[in-house]
């Protein structure tokens, strides 16, 4: 794998566009929206990589060349970061699946500075996007890209009239079983469970802009690409002919937990132990943001266009 630039990787973005061309309501999800992920793994206090979280690739195409991409590995910036804190590990591996079969894991150094920065957030601390630069070998590693065309604007967002019911789903690392010789992406479908312009609070002090689904994230699910899919019923009272709409509705940031009491027996602990329980409500960080974070002038730098 080595620092984006740019590639001819209109096969891989132009067979995204076509297997999304005419897919209805009633099929399933098209397999492509596995392949564009990948997982991040790290080392443990054993030096052992486990499984860390997800990421997946986004490619920016030339406007003056449309043969002209640039590849980009996004996650969410928690996911590169130490335990409970903001500051970031001196590395994490990706995990990659191979075309003659297998996986492999490429190691990626952390960089936020410099000549060597490998990674770019938001002006907006608060956003917790990460983008890579990155192409892996294609010769070798059996992936796929989004088109950034994909991501959601602010202004698609209003007309597509995307509401509380509206259906998302997203594909990412399920850590009890991420599988033993090639990532497994697992698939995990709900729906939009509050739209507001109002910042939400996701931890005392922390207010970010974000969407809340109906579906269930869980530890390893961070960093995954969720997705609005559109039916022919997605504006009430009416029914809309064609094929589905997808789009990158944003990146998992994770789930809202409640905290529930635990009756404790026979013990000498002051403390009442209490344990997390997941409500069922994960928190989306938009996709604008992360077009912000492509398109920003630190990034665009990068890949020359």
């Not at 070798?140 to 202004?155: A, H, Q, R, V």
Request: include cysteine.
């Amino acid at each position: 794998m080595h620092a984006n630039r740019f590639f001819q990787g209109t096969i891989t973005i132009m067979l995204l566009s076509s297997i999304l061309g005419g897919i209805l309501m009633a099929a399933p999800i098209p397999p492509v929206f596995k392949s564009v992920v990948a997982f991040i793994y790290i080392k443990n206090e054993k030096g052992e990589l486990i499984p860390n979280g997800t990421a997946f690739f986004v490619a920016v195409k030339n406007p003056s060349d449309p043969n002209i991409s640039s590849v980009n590995l996004v996650t969410a910036k928690h996911v590169l970061c130490k335990p409970d804190t903001s500051e970031y590990r001196d590395n994490v591996f990706v995990r990659l699946n191979k075309k003659e079969g297998g996986s492999e894991t490429v190691l990626i150094p952390i960089s936020t500075k410099g000549e060597k920065r490998t990674v770019f957030t938001h002006s907006d601390p608060n956003v917790d996007i990460a983008v890579i630069p990155c192409l892996p070998n294609q010769a070798k590693f059996d992936f796929k890209c989004l088109s950034d065309d994909m991501i959601i604007t602010k202004k698609a967002y209003k007309d597509l009239k995307i509401r509380e019911g509206s259906e998302v789903f997203f594909t990412g690392l399920f850590s009890r079983h991420p599988g033993v010789e090639r990532n497994y992406p697992i698939v995990r479908f709900g729906r939009v469970a509050l739209v507001t312009d109002e910042k939400i609070e996701w931890k005392p002090g922390k207010k970010m802009d974000l969407y809340l689904i109906e579906a269930g994230s869980y530890g390893g699910n961070s960093g995954a690409p969720v997705f609005f899919a559109l039916g022919s019923d997605r504006e009430p009272g009416k029914l809309i002919l064609g094929s589905t709409i997808y789009k990158l509705a944003g990146i998992m940031k994770g789930s809202f937990s409640d905290v529930r009491e635990i009756k404790v027996v026979d013990t000498k602990k002051k403390r009442v132990p209490v344990a997390l329980s997941n409500m069922g409500i994960a928190a989306v960080v938009p996709g604008y943001k992360l077009h912000e974070v492509l398109f920003s002038e630190e990034v665009k730098k990068t890949r020359g266009f």
